[in-house]
């Protein structure tokens, strides 16, 4: 998928001539291979999402210059960077564990960029409070970090990064060090401030949520390649691997379309509402499915298949269950229709999907 | 000449097992009762008790054999304070020059890494394990007057160092620094390395980094190396008496004038080590607060 098939992609100089990032990060390392383009336009948001191992942070860590390139290029508004070592990049980290200088007070942690910039004491200090100020710390200037809480923490971090102006800012799972009920909280926040940041802001993360929320775009990244780019809602509606599927929380199949049957390789096959033709997606979520103890026999529901339910778990106030069988899949239901059906590890069902409620798509 | 010498080593063998022993009492959580406490087997019992005597008797009979009555009188003279003096100012001295060296030796081997880095590790522990006269040896062959480094000194800068009390300084910072350099590289490598990372992407050079993120971070570990270093230098025999002679008021430091005074003045040597066995207990008893502290 190119770059220029997005709207927000309309505002990156193709040529990468003038503002903003256009970098292709290839690093090896043994047998793993990190081979991602990425090209963010001034005041855009890109989160990189991927599963645990994907290559996300040394993506990260290469556009900080902290791992090297060992192929590719990196230019920030039209300045090659591949051989600047870090220190001489305009680029601001906020590090997952945050990395707050354990001997230094929130106020000397952000004015640490400043002063290695070349301010006096006083500047830096001055720069740093206006910082602090901006984004509601000032109360906590003197503070040390281990007296923080892992909000403020989080956006003293924040301050420090942007109290060198970066031109580039890095945020390694930002959110991913906070308790469920300080994440809402500053999740909102930090969608706040990185609204405001008029530079780039590229963003990794393993939570789709984060993702959604804070990114203008997402780029999938599994096994060190990009295997999917887009905006949120188009990502959501579309999704081209399992990994980013069950994401999002879909089923979802590749097959050769004919008319309104999708064939699956072995031989099952969905009955879907569009007409196409061709290799295609078909997606549906697991609130489509309905689960029978006999096969039923009323014609309302045009995608039948014979299941062995394979684990059974919680998911919010439902049950998600796992199910083998012709066709994989999962499937969301309540706690009390899980009870009636007498569902366990094991047990055959029939599930149930309706034409209309699949979704296919072109690949 | 082997007596004092191995004096000063069991002295510095406790002096580094001590403060370890704290440690994992202080992280075990001090409980008292221990499943081992059941019941302990005689083989293991009896050797154990022989072995605390045969550390304790020792000390104990200084105290024992101390001329408590003469004792103002011994450590008043003019002999002792001259010693005392000098121990104190060389082992300082030593120290200081252990850590502008020693410091950034330890950061290189934590945190660089170049062909044959093994190979230089081991050497900086050799002298942790050379006997101290072999040190004062090389020492002679390097910066003695005649020496490959002590010729230039010598005829470009008219800088003689055995036989002066910079030569002791020398000596003590030879064998010390070793002591001081795994100190601190070991607290280097405990400390994790990213926030250096930090203060890169922060516009921080490495040397900047080094000196405001990294040495504050390590200054725990790098204060306890120093008080190592300083009680081996304090203590130092061998190499001293090799390099720097035995010359009173220029070079004739405690542990010397202790050999010394045990051929002509038992009392004096007794009076005299029970100053230096004040100042180990001293160090001990500072390096605890420190390690509680730090914990």
């Known amino acids: 998928m190119t770059a220029g098939a997005h709207d927000a992609d309309a505002r990156t100089p193709e040529n990468g001539s003038a503002e903003g990032l256009d970098a292709r990060l290839v690093v090896e390392r043994g047998s793993f291979r990190l081979d991602v383009a990425l090209s963010v336009a001034p ?73 290695c910039q070349g301010a006096t004491r006083a500047e830096g200090r001055a720069r740093a409070a206006e910082w602090l100020g901006r984004l509601g710390l000032a109360e906590h200037a003197g ?66 949520l984060d993702a959604m929320v804070l990114a203008d775009r997402l780029v999938v990244v599994e096994d060190g390649r990009v295997v999917q780019e887009g905006t949120p809602s188009d990502i959501a509606r579309h999704p081209r691997t399992d990994y980013i599927a069950q994401l999002v929380g879909l089923n979802l199949y590749r097959g050769e379309a004919r008319g309104h049957t999708v064939r699956l390789g072995a031989g099952a096959g969905i009955t879907t509402a569009e007409d196409l033709s061709g290799p295609v997606f078909v997606a549906f979520p697991p609130s489509a499915v309905t689960l029978h103890r006999d096969r039923p026999t009323g014609a309302s529901a045009r995608n039948l298949w014979r299941c062995e339910v394979a684990g ?32 366990h590890p094991g047990a055959t069902v029939w599930a149930a999907v309706k034409a209309t409620q699949t979704h296919a798509y072109p690949v | 000449m082997t007596f004092p010498g191995d004096g000063s080593d069991a002295a510095t063998g406790t002096l580094r097992r001590g403060p370890r022993r704290r440690r994992n009492r202080a992280g075990g959580g001090g409980g008292t009762a221990r499943p081992g406490g ?18 304790i008797v020792p000390l104990a009979a200084l105290l024992v054999r101390a001329p408590w009555r003469s004792l103002p009188e011994l450590l008043t003279s003019a002999e002792v304070w001259q010693a005392l003096r000098l121990s104190l100012v060389c082992a300082t001295a030593a120290t200081a020059v252990s850590l502008v060296i020693g410091v950034p030796l330890a950061w290189l081997l934590a945190r660089v890494e170049f062909p044959g880095r ?40 008219g800088v003689t160092l055995p036989f002066t009390t910079a030569g002791v300084v020398v000596a003590e910072a030879f064998v010390a ?23 890169a992407t922060l516009g921080a050079s490495r ?12 200054a ?36 010397l004038a202790v050999y010394l005074a045990l051929q002509s003045d038992p009392e004096a040597a007794i009076a005299l080590s029970l100053v230096l066995l004040a100042v180990s207990v001293a160090v001990l008893a500072g390096l605890r607060d420190r390690w509680m502290t730090a914990r």
């Open chain 2, 177 to 199: 620094m070793p002591f001081l350099v795994i100190s601190v590289e070991g607290t280097l490598r405990a400390a994790d390395p990213r926030y250096e990372e930090a203060a």
């Open chain 1, 312 to 343: 059974l778990e919680t998911h919010g106030d439902q049950i998600r269950a796992d199910l083998g069988g012709e066709l994989p899949l999962v499937a969301d239901l309540t706690a009390v229709a899980a009870a009636e059906l007498d569902l």
């Open chain 2, 38 to 55: 059941r019941g302990v087997p005689l083989p293991l019992l009896v050797p154990a008790l022989i072995g605390l005597a045969f550390l």
């Open chain 1, 143 to 208: 503070a040390k970090p281990r007296r923080l809480s892992g909000g403020q923490a989080q956006r003293v971090a924040l301050a420090r990064a942007l109290a060198t102006r970066p031109r580039l800012l890095l945020l390694d799972e930002p959110l991913a060090a906070l308790d469920a009920r300080t994440r809402l909280e500053v999740r909102a926040q930090l969608r706040r401030h990185l609204a405001e940041f008029e530079a780039v802001a590229v963003l990794v993360t393993h939570d789709p």
């Open chain 1, 43 to 115: 005041g855009e948001v890109v989160a990189l999402l991927g599963p645990n191992g994907a290559g996300k942070t040394t993506a990260l860590r290469a556009l900080a210059g902290l791992t090297p390139l060992t192929g590719g290029r990196l230019r920030l508004d039209g300045t090659a960077l591949e051989r600047t070592p870090p220190e001489s990049r305009p680029v601001g980290v906020v590090f997952q564990d945050y990395l707050l200088f354990p001997h230094l007070t929130a106020l000397d942690n952000v004015a640490f960029g400043p002063r």
């Open chain 2, 220 to 255: 725990p570990g790098v204060a306890a190396g120093a008080v190592l270093a300083w009680a081996r230098a304090l203590g130092e025999f061998g190499a001293t008496i090799t390099f720097a002679g035995n010359f009173p008021d220029r070079t004739q430091t405690m542990p």
């Open chain 2, 118 to 157: 093994g190979l230089v590790r081991a050497l900086v522990t050799l002298p942790l394990v050379l006997p101290p006269v072999v040190g004062g040896v090389a020492l002679l062959m390097a910066l003695g007057r005649n020496g490959i480094v002590g010729t230039w000194l010598d005829s470009w800068f």
């Open chain 2, 207 to 218: 040397f900047t980094a080094f000196r405001r993120v990294t040495l504050p971070l390590i």
